[in-house]
């Protein structure tokens, strides 16, 4: 197999990535316009046939993290690493994800009201804790303050599962794991407290695999969050983006170390999701409704993506270029006329996962990649995107930077002019916050400062 050169960068993957990331910011900014801006911007309603851009930019992303994993296995398979070991950083990557998306998903503001703590704060302090815990710290960084970080970052979070576990209306601290239950008076909680924290402290000591473990552990038995009936224990419920990322790479990633690089195994994996979303939308599947996230339908996008990555791979070098040009847009022409073909029996909805809206997507991430990789890796315009490239390299930090802002506008009362919240002065705002996050990234990797799992 031709494969591309380690020495030569794949511009069109990291572009598109990049105009992915820039699309997802621009459109978590808009939905306060409401009416005042065109409806096509806006996600459609759940029983609405509508493709908005919206809609859109999520599956990008799946179909972006399938397009990455060919490229990135390689690598770490050249240097040496083992099946396994890259299995493990899967596992690892897949942890940081839920993390993530479970304190996301679990109710910040009644649980700051019953602590009596601003939600903002939970919010900014949860963001830090993810910066400490896996920045992606230069290798000549001292491995003692490395670790030190590590663990002032896991206290952070150890701190807030352990209030979150407080019952309201009570002196006393209940604990509730299930199998074991007590409470202790207020004071000797604060003893405990410390104990676990000292504990993720040292954790930042120990092996990687130590430090997740701890991660496991604090998932099943210390967080706690809080609903309208006061405190009870977390609950995964929507898994949030990047939870549902992280299912999604789970599954996608293993197959494919499983498998190999084999693009026919990709396709066929893709249809398999593809029938079972089907069979999920239709009702046949209610018992099993839930245990995969998306049912079926995110891995359609990354499946397709992994076989679009081997494509690039194999195909990538200019003089190679019809080939994969060919392949490109006739999987987005068969995935175009599939999602007509389906429309004719079910509506384009995102919130119900629907086959046409699958495919709708994917013959545009397929047309997108063809075209991007025209441009950039053809035609050399790869400057053109330029100023987007901090959001395709810094991914995660570039995702999470947004929630910091929003934290501090809402806890520190910020207006923005009125013009800048309606009709197209409210577009252009938040076409301006996505060059400020992009441009706040950029600044924050040229300090070191960037998320990396």
């Not at 050249?78 to 493990?88: K, L, S, Y």
């Not at 891995?299 to 081997?310: D, E, I, K, R, Y």
Request: with cysteine; glycine share 10%; proline share 4%.
């Amino acid at each position: 197999m031709i494969t591309i050169p380690q020495t030569t960068r794949v511009q069109s993957l990291d572009v598109l990535r990049a105009l992915t990331m820039a699309l997802m910011i621009f459109v978590n900014d808009i939905p306060g316009l409401g009416d005042s801006i065109p409806h096509w911007l806006h996600h459609a309603a759940y029983d609405e046939d509508m493709l908005g851009l919206s809609d859109i930019v999520f599956p990008l992303f799946l179909f972006c993290v399938g397009l990455s994993i060919p490229f990135a296995f390689q690598k770490r398979l050249e240097r040496g690493q083992t099946r396994i070991a890259c299995f493990g950083h899967v596992v690892e990557r897949t942890i940081a994800l839920l993390v993530m998306g479970l304190f996301a998903s679990n109710g910040y503001g009644q649980t700051a009201a019953e602590l009596g703590l601003s939600p903002h704060l939970l919010k900014i302090l949860t963001v830090v804790a993810y910066f400490l815990i896996w920045n992606d710290y230069r290798p000549d960084s001292r491995v003692r303050v490395v670790s030190l970080l590590r663990g002032l970052g896991w206290s952070i979070l150890g701190l807030l599962a352990l209030l979150y576990v407080r019952q309201p209306g009570s002196d006393d601290w209940v604990v509730n794991w299930g199998w074991l239950s007590f409470s202790m008076p207020s004071e000797g909680r604060y003893l405990f407290q410390f104990v676990i924290i000292v504990l993720l402290c040292a954790a930042g000591h120990w092996s990687r695999r130590s430090r997740w473990i701890v991660a496991v552990l604090l998932y099943l038995f210390l967080f706690k969050g809080a609903d309208s009936a006061g405190m009870v224990g977390l609950r995964p419920g929507w898994w949030q983006i990047l939870g549902l990322i992280g299912w999604t790479y789970l599954l996608t990633a293993s197959c494919y170390l499983w498998i190999g690089p084999k693009v026919g195994w990709m396709l066929g994996l893709a249809g398999i999701a593809l029938f079972y979303s089907i069979l999920s939308v239709m009702g046949w599947l209610a018992p099993l409704k839930n245990y995969i996230p998306g049912n079926g339908a995110f891995h359609v996008l990354s499946f397709a993506g992994v076989a679009a990555g081997l494509w690039l791979r194999k195909y990538g070098m200019p003089q190679a270029y019809g080939q994969l040009s060919r392949r490109l847009w006739l999987a987005a022409a068969v995935s175009a006329i599939g999602g007509w073909l389906a429309h004719q029996c079910w509506i384009v909805s995102k919130l119900q996962e629907t086959a046409p809206w699958v495919l709708y997507c994917l013959a545009i991430s397929f047309s997108l990649l063809a075209l991007l990789h025209y441009w950039t890796d053809i035609q050399g315009k790869a400057a053109w995107f330029a100023c987007l490239r901090p959001a395709g390299v810094a991914t995660l930090t570039c995702y999470l930077l947004p929630n910091v802002w929003y934290a501090l506008v809402s806890w520190l009362g910020i207006k923005y002019p009125a013009w800048a919240t309606v009709g197209m002065g409210g577009i252009f705002r938040a076409l301006l916050f996505t060059a400020v996050i992009i441009a706040a990234t950029a600044l924050l990797g040229k300090l070191k400062i960037r998320l990396k799992i």
